[in-house]
């Protein structure tokens, strides 16, 4: 069964939406991303994708605050993102309650210390960021575009111990047009052991329904919760059967 994570992406301490990372393209859902967290938590969700957004842009953690006000309210298990460059950013991850945190951009330009943080704090611990534009990895919030291979770029990190992937297609992220079906299929048949978690794109149940049928180990989801295409009461019932 496909695990079912929601996001929360914070500008402001407040829970927002963008459109293909541009934060020109910028929604605000709920000045109270805990109130959020907890919608979820009571429809059965137990996992939850936080994204600092605020820390993106400002290349160190900033919304700790709130990271830290769900984990103490809430039993969500958190994956933290979002502008962790630092072993301090890590550190006060970590210590605000996140259980694991997502890193995408350092992967790519500083190697050594995302490889250093692997080996601190476990694989277990520790997400690897795979965005990709055809299947090119792109980087700081997707305001670059490396010629890196997306398949290449996950294999240098399974190598050494990655084993969980959040791997988000930046051309369908907040457009509701359908998950990139066709590079996950790639992805797992090259990686049949990874925890991939698949971003970007789903705008139905019916999205999620074909990820888990493909065998997807997880799914990120959040603008179509936000704008009612996809409802907890669905989700509620898809895992509770």
Known sequence: MITIIPAIDLIDAKCVRLSQGDYNQKTV?????????KM???????RLHLVDLDGAKAKHIVNYKVLETIASKTNLVIDFGGGLKSDED????????AQMVTGGSIAVKDRETFLSWIETYGA?????????????????GWQEVSELPILDFIDGYTQKGIQKVISTDIARDG???????ELYKEIL???????????????????????????????ITGKAIYENRISLEEIEKYISK
């Not at 859902?29 to 967290?37: G, S």
């Not at 457009?175 to 079906?181: C, E, N």
């Open 90 to 97: 890590l550190r006060i991850a970590f210590e605000s309650g």
């Open 40 to 46: 979820f938590e009571d429809a059965g969700i137990t």
């Open 175 to 181: 457009m509701l047009s359908g998950p990139s079906i």
């Open 29 to 37: 859902y709920n000045e109270n991303p805990l109130e959020v967290a």
């Open 189 to 219: 048949d090259q990686f049949p052991k990874l925890e991939l978690i698949a971003s970007g794109g789903i705008a139905s149940m019916k999205d999620i329904i074909e990820l888990d049928e493909m065998g997807v180990p997880g799914v």
């Open 124 to 140: 277990e611990k520790i997400i690897l960021g795979a965005d990709a534009k055809d299947k090119k990895i792109a980087v700081s």
